[in-house]
């Protein structure tokens, strides 16, 4: 009978914590596109909750998506990838960015990624949360979740002996 009840409780809470994860990866998809931080949505489109052999986790993937710090943190000054500006200049693409001629956003391109290598990005400046507050809201509903399932498992089994 404990074998059954270990399946359970297991199950049962792998599958409240990946509602949890759903929600707080819906939040911080919101939150993303409220703040206006996303240009292509490519990184809000990657942040997916997977279960795996030992839990579950939420988690950013695909091609072309930021780095998850520089979501809040931005981008210190100095050394930076190699092409650069074309990074830049398709995120002008993605961001809507209108410019006279494609030279312009060329140059743009060119300005810009200088200025972050020397500076920085003004996120760095000034850092925002976008995932931070989300996260901890979840954790601690994670760990109710758990609370409340373990409890109830407790109670089911001493009330079936």
Same mark, same amino acid.
């Given at each position: 009978?404990?074998?059954? &009840?270990?399946?359970?409780? &297991?199950?049962?809470? =792998?599958?409240?914590?990946?509602?949890?994860?759903?929600?707080?990866?819906?939040?911080?998809?919101?939150? =993303?596109?409220?703040?206006?931080?996303?240009?292509?949505?490519?990184?809000?489109?990657? =942040?997916?909750?997977?279960? &795996?052999?030992?839990?579950?986790?939420?988690?950013?993937?695909?091609?072309?998506?930021?780095?998850?710090?520089?979501?809040?943190?931005?981008?210190?000054?100095?050394?930076?990838?190699?092409?650069?500006?074309?990074?830049? +200049?398709?995120?002008?693409?993605?961001?809507?960015?209108?410019?006279?001629?494609?030279?312009?956003?060329?140059?743009?391109?060119?300005?810009?990624?200088?200025?972050?290598?020397? +500076?920085?990005?003004?996120?760095?400046?000034?850092?925002?949360?976008? &995932?931070?507050?989300?996260?901890?809201?979840?954790?601690?509903?994670?760990?109710?979740?758990?609370?409340? +399932?373990?409890?109830?498992?407790?109670?089911?089994?001493?009330?079936?002996?």
């Amino acid at each position: 009978m404990a074998v059954a &009840y270990d399946n359970i409780i &297991y199950n049962s809470v =792998m599958d409240e914590i990946e509602r949890v994860l759903l929600d707080v990866r819906d939040e911080i998809r919101a939150k =993303m596109a409220s703040d206006g931080v996303n240009a292509s949505g490519r990184t809000s489109a990657g =942040m997916q909750v997977q279960r &795996y052999e030992s839990g579950v986790r939420l988690v950013l993937t695909g091609e072309d998506v930021a780095p998850l710090a520089t979501l809040e943190v931005g981008r210190a000054g100095g050394k930076v990838p190699r092409g650069f500006a074309d990074i830049i +200049e398709q995120w002008s693409r993605d961001k809507g960015l209108a410019f006279p001629t494609e030279g312009d956003r060329r140059s743009f391109a060119y300005l810009t990624a200088r200025k972050i290598a020397r +500076e920085g990005t003004e996120r760095h400046k000034s850092p925002i949360d976008v &995932y931070s507050d989300e996260v901890l809201r979840g954790v601690a509903r994670i760990n109710q979740a758990i609370k409340v +399932e373990i409890t109830q498992y407790i109670h089911n089994l001493l009330t079936s002996m």
